[in-house]
């Protein structure tokens, strides 16, 4: 170590052989900020700061979580999840669709786009008495509020994505004489992916957003549904399971596509902000 | 013969300012014909209007029935920067015109000419600037064109690649009997790859010089002959009114 020009103050010592920070190195930091939350909980419950019956220890969440997948937690979770995953599909596969034509034709955009900028100011749950209305309790009024819920983020991606790409590649294809059919398969769409991959993460957070807030208001399965339960028998243990799973769920999706997303994106050469020194 | 792509009294204007005027010339079969000029002078809107990327003009664009005839396309486009999709390996940006469907035989062949054999596996991003234009001008001979046009294809590759990009495509050119339209601002470029040299000049311009160059294929950049035609061609550049 040359630290001649430092000044003496700035020096550390170096603590020879101190595991912890060994540990700590091989850790992914993402997990540290959530470990120690935990450890802050167990203990603040343990000595009595925080009163049991409000927040639950992490050691009794535990023990809540094993009481639940034994029983009703992968029926909520799979409740849950084909409602997101069918709605999802719906709304984001229409908005690629309406996103891509109105990319390409600012007549298309003159129609369309107020109309839709005007619905999507509208908040999604604003929706759910009228869908109640319409389509009943089942299910076809909660996919429809997630569809709904998931369109916007990706429509509008999608938009911005086609009217991003670079007008020099389409070229490239009007000299080839390709249709406007083969413009948007071969150039727009591809060529918006990056976008596009934004849209359906945004997209899928919302789509879990509206899945427990349909399933808040009338369910009798799903994670929103242990929600309400939780908060009807004053078990805050099994709202906070809900939450946790809910998280999961969250970070587990999306996950997915942000692997996806690696997947179809390898060909980008952006800065990927990685850092410059070492 | 007659011509391949004949452009006569072409005029050609963006909103109030004009910047073609009363423009014509013909692309023989076999021509080598370089659009010479300073930046500006509309030389690319020119290859634009012969590449029917831009309908908007004044004045006839013939193409010769021929081009439409057989496999090929008629034209194949070079531009200034190689334009590859990012997203494609080199041998798919080859075969764009067929996706899928592309001759993969033939683009193998165009990758051996364009001495990027074994490459075609590779990313554009993966590519130096003078091989993502080695592959762009693969891209333009895909299509089995008659003519080739080239909009200032070596202007942003170093020196050294360009002379050796400049011999790769009148090599090619000549192999596969294509006509060739190339915009350029480089004199010694102009001069050493056609047979024809078309000087735009003027606001707005109009074609001030015309000059053959008269020496068979392959040339020697160092020969006296090149050297007195470009001397020819800088007066007219000097004398055109500014």
């Known amino acids: 170590m040359s630290s001649q020009a430092q000044p003496k103050a700035l020096q550390q010592t170096p603590i020879a052989g101190w595991s912890a920070v060994r540990l700590l190195r091989f850790t992914p930091v993402g997990l540290l900020l959530p470990l120690a939350i935990i450890a802050l909980l167990e203990l603040s419950v343990s000595r009595g700061w925080v009163p049991a019956w409000l927040m639950p220890a992490p050691s009794d969440l535990l023990m809540t979580f094993r009481e639940l997948a034994g029983g009703p937690l992968w029926t909520h979770i799979s409740a849950s999840s084909q409602r997101v995953l069918l709605g999802f599909g719906i709304g984001a596969g229409l908005a690629v669709l309406i996103g891509t034509l109105v990319g390409m034709s600012r007549q298309l955009e003159a129609w369309l786009d107020p109309t839709f900028q005007a619905l999507r100011a509208v908040p999604g749950l604003a929706w759910v008495p009228l869908l109640l209305i319409w389509l009943g309790i089942d299910e076809v009024s909660k996919v429809t509020l997630i569809a709904i819920g998931s369109f916007f983020p990706v429509y509008m991606n999608m938009v911005a994505g086609v009217r991003n790409v670079d007008r020099k590649l389409v070229e490239v294809g009007t000299q080839l004489g390709f249709s406007r059919a083969a413009l948007m398969r071969r150039i727009m769409v591809p060529a918006a992916l990056p976008y596009l991959f934004t849209g359906l993460r945004n997209g899928l957070s919302m789509a879990w957003l509206c899945v427990v807030a349909a399933e808040l208001l009338a369910a009798t399965e799903g994670i929103g549904y242990l929600l309400t339960d939780g908060r009807e028998v004053s078990r805050p243990d099994l709202v906070l399971a809900a939450i946790i799973t809910l998280a999961l769920m969250g970070k587990l999706t999306d996950s997915l596509l942000k692997h996806l997303e690696k997947r179809m994106l390898g060909w980008r050469d952006n800065f990927n902000g990685k850092e410059q020194s070492q | ?242």
């Open chain 2, 1 to 242: 013969m007659s011509a391949l792509l004949r452009m006569s009294n072409i005029h050609k204007s963006f909103a109030e300012l004009t910047v073609l005027e009363d423009v014509s010339l013909a692309l023989a079969p076999g021509e080598v014909i370089s659009l010479l000029g300073p930046s500006g002078c509309g030389k690319s809107t020119l290859l634009r209007i012969a590449a029917g990327l831009d309908t908007h003009f004044h004045g006839a664009m013939e193409r010769n029935p021929l081009l439409d005839f057989g496999t090929g396309s008629g034209i194949g486009v070079v531009f200034q920067e190689p334009r590859l999709m990012p997203w494609l390996s080199v041998a798919e940006n080859i075969g764009f015109a067929d996706g899928r469907r592309a001759d993969e035989r033939w683009v193998r062949q165009l990758l051996r000419d364009v001495g990027l054999e074994g490459r075609g596996d590779a990313l554009p991003k993966q590519l130096s600037g003078g091989m993502a234009q080695r592959v762009a001008i693969a891209r333009g001979l895909y299509g089995r064109p008659q003519v080739l046009l080239l909009d200032e294809p070596f202007s942003a590759v170093d020196a050294f690649t360009r002379m050796k990009l400049q011999d790769l495509v009148i090599k090619l050119a000549a192999q596969y009997e294509i006509s060739v339209l190339l915009v350029t601002h480089d004199l010694d470029e102009a001069v050493y790859l056609s047979d024809r040299v078309i000087i735009l000049g003027g606001r707005p311009s109009r074609i001030v010089a015309e000059l053959d160059v008269p020496l068979a294929q392959p040339r020697d950049r160092r020969a006296a002959e090149l050297a007195l035609i470009k001397g020819e061609a800088l007066t007219a550049l000097y004398q055109q009114p500014t």
